[in-house]
């Protein structure tokens, strides 16, 4: 962990879920969900739905941040672990656990927010998309010292729209996306009760190039957190995304028949994790910089490549593996060529 985040740096967690799909009445778990990548209107599909937790770095060959999945949980309807939110949670709480003293700064989409973030840790920061329709109040006034039990929340405010309207943009710069620009955001401090309770969030309202209105508003428990912080690290949800397409095209996550309880709960995470496992690996030992020109070189087409991929960090990885099965055991010993050359010159000596 120190290697690739840094000693001491906050860490970034991205939070997804995504849908394995599967058919059949005996594997266990399978419903319908909800398929952001299924064809047609209705975006449904059967099949293993996991919530996926990534810790998100920056690899020193790579221009555009790397997600490693590190923690898994299945949704399983009719229980608890129903709620995406719910195991989103219980998974950020137990990285935390695990490393103690770093602040755990959690990216997700609008679809993680709600009750269940209440009461959070002050080490996790958590930062989503705002909805339009959320209900946002000012912060409580202080008490009046009359009778009665103090407020809660202050005045509702008016909706996204009617703030941004009013609300005093100014341009900031912010690299999100390999790409550096200058965009116009506000930023005000306010309560979503119905969401995180009376703890103060921070919301940030972005203009890119509309003349009015907003583009995007993001909602943050971090208060210390500048808007183009916020704004750079909503961005850095987008690596979950990669790394869950690169599991099921490049690593093949997904696609084991499993059925039983045991099979189903224990074949995607070991995949998942072997994916991490060969960053990692690829990031401290594999690397070299020849390895993007040989590509190149093996395919001529990819003109504009400049970075390697995460289909050639497991190319690489697999030739590794393959040679070391195959090399000779002992160093000492001698090669088929080299057997071959004294053979020769024995019996050139002899005639």
């Given at each position: 962990?120190?290697?690739?985040?840094?000693?001491?740096?906050?860490?970034?967690?991205?939070?997804?879920?995504?849908?394995?799909?599967?058919?059949?009445?005996?594997?266990?778990?399978?419903s319908w969900f909800h398929d952001g990548a299924a064809k047609g209107r209705q975006k449904t599909g059967?099949?293993?739905?996991?919530?996926?937790?990534?810790?998100?770095?920056t690899l020193p060959f790579c221009s555009r941040p790397v997600c490693l999945p590190v923690m898994f949980?299945?949704?399983?309807?009719?229980?608890?672990?129903?709620?995406?939110?719910?195991?989103?949670?219980?998974?950020?709480?137990?990285l935390a656990g695990a490393l103690p003293g770093r602040a755990i700064c959690v990216v997700a989409d609008?679809?993680?927010?709600?009750?269940?973030?209440?009461?959070?840790?002050?080490?996790?920061?958590?930062?989503?998309?705002?909805?339009?329709?959320?209900?946002?109040?000012?912060?409580?006034?202080?008490?009046?010292?009359?009778?009665?039990?103090?407020?809660?929340?202050?005045?509702?405010?008016?909706?996204?729209?009617?703030?941004?309207?009013?609300?005093?943009?100014?341009?900031?710069?912010?690299?999100?996306?390999?790409?550096?620009?200058?965009?116009?955001?506000?930023?005000?401090?306010?309560?979503?009760?119905?969401?995180?309770?009376?703890?103060?969030?921070?919301?940030?309202?972005?203009?890119?190039?509309?003349?009015?209105?907003?583009?995007?508003?993001?909602?943050?428990?971090?208060?210390?957190?500048?808007?183009?912080?916020?704004?750079?690290?909503?961005?850095?949800?987008?690596?979950?995304?990669?790394?869950?397409?690169?599991?099921?095209?490049?690593?093949?996550?997904?696609?084991?028949?499993?059925?039983?309880?045991?099979?189903?709960?224990?074949?995607?995470?070991?995949?998942?994790?072997?994916?991490?496992?060969?960053?990692?690996?690829?990031?401290?030992?594999?690397?070299?910089?020849?390895?993007?020109?040989?590509?190149?070189?093996?395919?001529?087409?990819?003109?504009?490549?400049?970075?390697?991929?995460?289909?050639?960090?497991?190319?690489?990885?697999?030739?590794?593996?393959?040679?070391?099965?195959?090399?000779?055991?002992?160093?000492?010993?001698?090669?088929?060529?080299?057997?071959?050359?004294?053979?020769?010159?024995?019996?050139?000596?002899?005639?």
């Amino acid at each position: 962990m120190s290697l690739l985040a840094g000693a001491g740096n906050p860490v970034t967690v991205a939070i997804d879920d995504t849908l394995f799909r599967r058919c059949g009445k005996k594997v266990w778990a399978a419903s319908w969900f909800h398929d952001g990548a299924a064809k047609g209107r209705q975006k449904t599909g059967c099949g293993n739905n996991w919530v996926i937790a990534g810790i998100v770095v920056t690899l020193p060959f790579c221009s555009r941040p790397v997600c490693l999945p590190v923690m898994f949980r299945l949704v399983i309807k009719g229980t608890n672990s129903a709620s995406r939110l719910w195991l989103a949670r219980r998974m950020t709480e137990a990285l935390a656990g695990a490393l103690p003293g770093r602040a755990i700064c959690v990216v997700a989409d609008a679809a993680y927010a709600g009750r269940e973030l209440r009461g959070l840790d002050t080490a996790i920061t958590w930062t989503t998309r705002l909805r339009k329709d959320a209900a946002l109040y000012d912060l409580a006034p202080p008490p009046t010292g009359r009778r009665g039990r103090p407020r809660v929340k202050g005045a509702r405010l008016s909706a996204l729209a009617g703030i941004a309207a009013t609300a005093a943009l100014t341009a900031i710069e912010v690299t999100r996306y390999r790409k550096t620009a200058t965009v116009r955001a506000a930023a005000l401090t306010c309560l979503w009760h119905t969401v995180f309770g009376p703890q103060k969030v921070q919301v940030v309202l972005i203009r890119d190039t509309a003349a009015r209105g907003f583009a995007l508003a993001l909602v943050t428990t971090d208060l210390h957190a500048s808007p183009a912080q916020v704004i750079e690290r909503h961005a850095a949800r987008w690596p979950i995304e990669v790394a869950i397409e690169d599991a099921k095209q490049i690593f093949g996550a997904g696609q084991a028949r499993n059925r039983v309880a045991g099979a189903v709960r224990r074949t995607l995470p070991f995949t998942l994790i072997c994916q991490a496992l060969a960053t990692i690996w690829y990031s401290t030992a594999g690397y070299h910089p020849d390895d993007v020109t040989i590509r190149r070189l093996d395919a001529p087409w990819y003109r504009t490549k400049t970075e390697p991929s995460t289909a050639d960090m497991i190319a690489k990885l697999r030739r590794v593996l393959i040679a070391a099965r195959f090399q000779r055991p002992r160093p000492d010993q001698a090669t088929p060529e080299e057997i071959h050359a004294i053979h020769l010159a024995w019996e050139t000596e002899a005639a």
